[in-house]
Structure formats: structure tokens, C-alpha cells
């Protein structure tokens, strides 16, 4: 099933099949072993093998991958490099800290290719589990900051994934000014998502000109790079708004167990896996095509951060929470029968003839089956952002999405607007962004786009 509402919680089983069965960013051996070398235990290798002055570009990028070798199995790493983004098959880690950025108004083309490629050359080193630079947090000059925060050394690389994004303001500003020099390389379907049932979407929280996307299993990890791109933007782009999640709440390998979401439910449990390489190409990656030739091999993400009304929920019947699923609590399974991988049967009927699944219920409208077939890969994650004025938890599910066209999508999510489970939910945050493919080692994110 590919839903586009919520999921459910987890497994730590990191699998590494995915990685090359999808054209996926490769990925390390996932087996830990007893023996972690650090951060700065490899900052240290690098400076013995006299190499720490390669610093810029493709040199430095040959540089981490060789240490990467050094550190198998010093927990899992992924290139940023591959036929593919990275942290959209990779199988989901347990974290994420998204964030969105609004490129400065003076900002010009250069400054901007500029911190795509200092962005890509840190996520390269980030992902293997080393400094965003080679003097890093304590290798540089006693008088300037340091290059990296620091938070991150003594930590092993934790599956560190980053995704990066651009939103339509690349493309052009809100008075339609061609700002960069690609408004004639926009994608026809990068536009604003519309408006739906249920939304009660927040400005300050919606959109940005670009996304960044930084998955792994310590947070930490994943707040470090947020951090540091943030850091790195400064005088370019500006934090517009971000959201950290835990718990994954989707699978996208079949090494991995279906979590549950905060209400309980398992929930996408017919996501599309890593594994299903013909599905992958069908739904996921943008194809020669589709649209201008520099996002053939990407994505498109969509970000929705969707509130959970815990207290109401909580209030309701275990009967009724399973008629909004469609699906028994405790196995899993669809309401018409067998376990949790069996096929919903949307023709079952109970002893007064009305259908074993609510033909409103999550999962008989978030179904393929009654979406003609559309599907979307989502990597969803929990989140609690504390309580609100009345002393409501104010939690619920960060669903991102990729998808080949956003169009998949939206019609999914037309289909929800009769949803049960709308009782329940409220959409308060948006935005889609084109997901650029790095599939040369040494590149950058947008230089399909920027050097076409």
C-alpha cells in the first residue's frame, strides 16, 4: 500500500542490499562490529597519512572515500556520490532533522552554485563520518572559529544520509524574476502543491527555496549536519524553518520491520522498497523524459508536516480506531482478514453485507487499487514538538514523500479528503522541491542544473 498519511514505528536493522539492488548511493557493510573508530580517531588517520591538506574539491572527496574503506564496519556509511541521491531508497534510519532555507534576496548565481558545492563537498565528508573540512572542529587556527561545530566527534557515522532540494524560488521569485539564470529550466510540475481537505498550513513553517534532508540513527548526527549548513549558508541562504522526527514510521527495505505511528498503527506497510528496482523507476526517479534532461536520475520531495489531535484519538474506541485504519491494531492486518502483508480484499463483506474495510478508511482510499495505481516511496517520521497553550501535545508525523511526479501525489491526497482518519489530523506545514542526482564523484548538488 502507498499511503500518504500516517505510519507506524521500527526496527534498527540496517540493510545493505538495498543499496545496490536500487542504484541507491552505496552503501557499507551494515554488520557493527565491537571495535568504533571515532570522528576524531579518523581525522586523525587522515593527518598521519599527510594528506589533511587536501582540502577543496574532487581531492578532497577521493580523500574521504579512502578513509570510508578504513573505517568499515566503524558503523554504516553511504556515499553522497552514486546513480542516485542518497537518503531517499537508503534503508530509513531511525532519525531525521529536515530543514528548509530561503536563498538571500542579494544573493547572486555564483554565491549560490558557490554553497551548493561547499554544501556537497561537507555532506561527502559528513557521510562517511568526518569533519564537514580537514581542519574540521580543532585543526585549524587557534584565532578563527573552527570549520566544523564539533558536536558530532567521538561519533561513529550513524547512516548518515543527506538529500538536498530546490524549491520553484531557484527557479524564480515571487515576482517572477529570473534570479539564477534557470527560470527556462524549471520543471513543469516544481509548483505549488494545492490547496487540500484538512489543511491548516502555517507560512512560517511552509516552503523554502531549498531543502535539506538529514537522516541517521544517532540525532545528534543528524542535528550536526543540519547545523553546520546552516552555519555554512550564512550570507547566502537563511534557516527558514526545520523539524527534527524519530521513530521512522515507513520501511523502504524488506530488511526492515513496519513501524508503528504515534496513534499505534502500523500504517504504508506496502511501501515501495529499495528492493523493487522496476517500482523504484516507475514512482521514484525522474526519467530521461520527463522533463528537463538535469533532473533525469533525481526526485521529487514532499514535505508535510501533519498534527496529530492526540487527546481526541485517545478518546476513541479501539472498534473505531480500527474502522479509520482498515486494519487490526494489534497484527497489522487489513480488517478483511489475514496478517499483515496480506492484500486488503475491498469486496469482503461482514454478516449485515457492509464491507469488512470502511470504504472511508485510510487504507481502502490510500490504496493503489483506488488511486489507479499511483504509489509514492515515503520515509515519515514521528515528532513531538512539546505541548501548545492549552496544554495539547503538539505531535504528530513529518511525512516526506518522493515520488517521479508530484502529480502522484496530489491525486493520492485528493483521494484522502474523504478520509475517516481527517477527524483526527491537520496538515499545518508544506512544500515540494526538486531532488537534483550527484552521480559523479567530485560534482555537486545542481550542477546538472547549473552547468547544462
Not at 547566502?236 to 522526527?245: D, E, I, R, Y
Not at 516511496?377 to 508525523?397: I, K
Amino acid at each position: 500500500m502507498a499511503t500518504t498519511g500516517l505510519t507506524g514505528a521500527d526496527d534498527d536493522q540496517p540493510a545493505s542490499p538495498e543499496s545496490t539492488d536500487s542504484g541507491e548511493a552505496g552503501a557499507s557493510a551494515a554488520t557493527p562490529k565491537p571495535e568504533h573508530v571515532s570522528r576524531r580517531g579518523l581525522f586523525g588517520a587522515i593527518a598521519a597519512s599527510g594528506v589533511m591538506g587536501m582540502l577543496a574539491g574532487g581531492a578532497g572527496v577521493r580523500l574521504g572515500q579512502t578513509i570510508a574503506e578504513q573505517s568499515e564496519g566503524d558503523g554504516t556509511t553511504y556515499a553522497f556520490f552514486g546513480e542516485h541521491p542518497a537518503g531517499i531508497t537508503t534503508p530509513m534510519q531511525d532519525r531525521v532533522h529536515f530543514a528548509a532555507f530561503d536563498i538571500d534576496d542579494d544573493a547572486s548565481r555564483e554565491e549560490l552554485i558557490d554553497l551548493l558545492q561547499r554544501w556537497s563537498y561537507a555532506a561527502s565528508r559528513l557521510q562517511l563520518g568526518l569533519d564537514v573540512s580537514a581542519s574540521g572542529a580543532v585543526g585549524g587556527s587557534e584565532y578563527a572559529p573552527p570549520d566544523d561545530t564539533g558536536e558530532a566527534l567521538g561519533l561513529p557515522p550513524s547512516g548518515l544520509t543527506i538529500t538536498i532540494g530546490f524549491g520553484p524560488g531557484v527557479f524564480e521569485d515571487a515576482d517572477g524574476n529570473d534570479r539564477f539564470g534557470v527560470r527556462d529550466q524549471r520543471p513543469e510540475a516544481l509548483a505549488p502543491l494545492p490547496a487540500f481537505s484538512g489543511d491548516d498550513l502555517r507560512a512560517a513553517i511552509s516552503g523554502g527555496d531549498l531543502a535539506v534532508q538529514a537522516c541517521a540513527d544517532d540525532p545528534q548526527v543528524a542535528v550536526h549536519a543540519i547545523r553546520n549548513f546552516t552555519r555554512m549558508a550564512f550570507g547566502t541562504a537563511t534557516l527558514k524553518w526545520s523539524s527534527l522526527g524519530f521513530g521512522r514510521t515507513s520501511s523502504t527495505s524488506r530488511a526492515q520491520r513496519t513501524p508503528r505511528n504515534l496513534f499505534g498503527f502500523k500504517d504504508g506497510t506496502h511501501n515501495i522498497m529499495a528492493e523493487d528496482v522496476d517500482d523504484t523507476n516507475d514512482y521514484v526517479w525522474v526519467q530521461q523524459g520527463d522533463g528537463p534532461d538535469w533532473l533525469a536520475g533525481g526526485s521529487y520531495m514532499i514535505v508535510r508536516k501533519i498534527r496529530m489531535l492526540i487527546e481526541s484519538w485517545d478518546r476513541s474506541q479501539l472498534g473505531e480506531q480500527e474502522r479509520v485504519f482498515g486494519r487490526d491494531k494489534g497484527e497489522g492486518a487489513p480488517l478483511s482478514g489475514g496478517d499483515e502483508f496480506t492484500a486488503p480484499n475491498f469486496a469482503a463483506t461482514d454478516s449485515a453485507g457492509e464491507p469488512r474495510i470502511p470504504v472511508q478508511s485510510h487504507v481502502h482510499l490510500a490504496h493503489p487499487e483506488q488511486n489507479g495505481g499511483k504509489r509514492i516511496l515515503r520515509r515519515a517520521f514521528n515528532y513531538v514538538d512539546g505541548n501548545d497553550e492549552l496544554g495539547l501535545l503538539d505531535a504528530g508525523l513529518l511525512f516526506i514523500s518522493f515520488q517521479r511526479d508530484p502529480q502522484q501525489f496530489i491525486d493520492i491526497q485528493k483521494n484522502l479528503s474523504r478520509d475517516l482518519l481527517n477527524e483526527y489530523i491537520r496538515h499545518v506545514s508544506s512544500g515540494v522541491w526538486a531532488v537534483p542526482p550527484i552521480p559523479t564523484d567530485g560534482s555537486y548538488a545542481g550542477a546538472t542544473l547549473f552547468e547544462a
